[in-house]
């Protein structure tokens, strides 16, 4: 209890400690697996045009069982690629660095990382009229990229991150914020979309 508690009031001092102990990755592959559902639970909220609060009440139109199971499928499936993919590219990166871990170390900080994802997605589920900005007829691309650059859980995760990497790689802070260029390259798709969507 108390590493959870350090990975969110002192991440710096957790990743320390996690370079000198055996790390487990249960706890990324939880996280992960709660992202993948939390994020079908919204995603298939937003096809059928329903809230949490809509499912509440018994005249609301239900989401069928196959839309929410195809949901959270998609959604585990493209987190845990994209997770195995930034973990090859950035235990290389670091490595040509100089760092000194390895890639279990990698996916092991790339899945502490995404917590403050899952806390988005739980917030979205809560709060959905924020998704407003996501849903096509409302598309601006530059109201999502602002929101995309203050948002606070991306900021968040970037902290998490370049503090991960650093600590557990041994590598200065300045090299570590190479890997901010993911969250650059994370709004190429939304660009893409963009460009097809107007």
Request: glycine residues 6%; charged residues 10%; aromatic residues 16%.
């Amino acid at each position: 209890m108390r590493n959870a508690v350090d990975l969110i009031i002192h991440p710096k001092r957790f990743f320390a400690n996690s370079r000198e102990r055996e790390i487990s990755i249960i706890a990324p592959i939880i996280i992960l697996i709660m992202i993948g559902i939390v994020d079908g639970i919204v995603v298939a909220g937003l096809v059928n045009h329903t809230t949490i609060y809509d499912r509440l009440n018994p005249d609301a139109p239900v989401i069928s069982a196959t839309t929410m199971l195809f949901s959270m499928l998609m959604g585990s499936f493209s987190v845990y690629a994209l997770i195995l993919i930034q973990t090859v590219v950035f235990n290389l990166i670091m490595k040509k660095m100089g760092g000194t871990g390895t890639r279990k170390q990698a996916f092991y900080i790339l899945g502490l990382a995404s917590f403050p994802a899952l806390v988005e997605g739980l917030f979205f589920i809560f709060f959905p009229q924020t998704i407003g900005l996501f849903q096509f007829e409302n598309f601006h691309f530059v109201s999502l990229l602002i929101y995309n650059f203050l948002n606070i859980f991306n900021i968040w995760g970037i902290y998490l991150l370049i503090v991960g990497f650093a600590k557990v790689y041994d590598v200065s802070y300045k090299k570590a914020s190479v890997l901010y260029l993911q969250f650059l390259i994370k709004m190429i798709p939304l660009f893409i979309i963009y460009l097809i969507v107007s």
